[in-house]
């Protein structure tokens, strides 16, 4: 099966290694925003994750990184959100595992176990953050950090990126910020992007996040299920997106 032909909502699931993968939750984001008054951050984090989980029944949830939104020590709240997700992927039988980020500073003291700089899983997979190279290989790569999103059709889209001959030359996915308060970088306005293991940008196949609600609050409707839409290599796409 290819990186990205599982892509549960805002997650990727590995079905070789049984593992779930997350990225960018950015616990305390939604406190700065005017939505996170409207919107329950840590009730909206628990509940998507809830459901992809419930969707793909993994032994491992991985956090790949920025689980954290403060540099620094996370408030109170946050500490709380973050032990909140971690007994939640407990609750359901399976394994948490945090890889830090360049925002998890503070991870370490509030994170109920240790906190990684990348995860080997079973099936040879390297998950990492993606701000900073990997000091191990992998057999392909799964990394978060940009927080990609593309407009399409006039609207700003949060989107998967797939390169099959990426980092290393081989095959690498960047996940979409799970966080839905987190900004999304419009990758159809680059042509570099702040990640080393996304070498060549215009080589990626964006897949947008579909079936979800207005990007602040990111909740599907009642009879919506977010799914991927995968479009071809971003060269081949910028001809027909407006810039």
Same mark, same amino acid.
């Given at each position: 099966?290819?990186?990205?032909?599982?892509?549960?909502?805002?997650?990727?699931?590995?079905?070789?290694?049984?593992?779930?993968?997350?990225?960018?939750?950015?616990?305390?984001?939604?406190?700065?925003?005017?939505?996170?008054?409207?919107?329950?951050?840590?009730?909206?984090?628990?509940?998507?994750?809830?459901?992809?989980?419930?969707?793909?029944?993994?032994?491992?949830?991985?956090?790949?990184?920025?689980?954290?939104?403060?540099?620094?020590?996370?408030?109170? %709240?946050?500490?709380? $959100?973050?032990?909140?997700? /971690?007994?939640?992927?407990? =609750?359901? *039988?399976? !394994?948490?595992?945090?890889?830090?980020?360049?925002?998890?500073?503070?991870?370490?003291?509030?994170?109920?176990?240790?906190?990684?700089?990348?995860?080997?899983?079973?099936?040879?997979?390297?998950?990492?953050?993606?701000?900073?190279?990997?000091?191990?290989?992998?057999?392909?790569?799964?990394?978060?950090?940009?927080?990609?999103?593309?407009?399409?059709?006039?609207?700003?889209?949060?989107?998967?990126?797939?390169?099959?001959?990426?980092? %290393?030359?081989?095959? $690498?996915?960047?996940?979409? /910020?799970?966080?839905?308060? =987190?900004? *999304?970088? !419009?990758?159809?306005?680059?042509?570099?992007?702040?990640?080393?293991?996304?070498?060549?940008?215009?080589?990626?196949?964006?897949?947008?996040?579909?079936?979800?609600?207005?990007?602040?609050?990111?909740?599907?409707?009642?009879?919506?299920?977010?799914?991927?839409?995968?479009?071809?290599?971003?060269?081949?796409?910028?001809?027909?997106?407006?810039?």
């Amino acid at each position: 099966m290819a990186l990205h032909d599982d892509t549960p909502g805002r997650a990727a699931f590995l079905p070789a290694a049984s593992a779930l993968v997350v990225a960018d939750l950015h616990v305390g984001r939604g406190a700065a925003t005017n939505a996170g008054l409207l919107l329950n951050e840590r009730r909206d984090l628990l509940d998507r994750l809830a459901a992809a989980m419930d969707s793909t029944n993994p032994e491992t949830v991985v956090f790949a990184g920025d689980l954290c939104h403060r540099f620094g020590a996370p408030s109170a %709240r946050s500490a709380g $959100t973050v032990r909140a997700l /971690a007994g939640a992927v407990r =609750a359901r *039988g399976a !394994r948490p595992v945090a890889v830090a980020g360049n925002h998890d500073v503070g991870l370490p003291s509030v994170w109920p176990g240790p906190v990684h700089d990348a995860v080997r899983l079973d099936d040879g997979t390297l998950v990492c953050h993606g701000h900073e190279e990997p000091d191990e290989e992998g057999n392909r790569y799964v990394c978060g950090h940009l927080h990609p999103a593309i407009e399409i059709e006039g609207r700003k889209r949060d989107c998967f990126l797939y390169d099959p001959a990426g980092y %290393r030359g081989r095959p $690498t996915l960047t996940l979409p /910020a799970f966080s839905t308060f =987190a900004a *999304g970088l !419009r990758i159809e306005r680059r042509t570099a992007v702040d990640s080393p293991l996304v070498p060549d940008i215009d080589a990626v196949r964006p897949g947008v996040v579909a079936g979800e609600g207005p990007r602040s609050s990111g909740r599907a409707s009642a009879d919506e299920t977010p799914e991927t839409l995968w479009f071809p290599p971003l060269a081949d796409l910028r001809p027909h997106l407006r810039r």
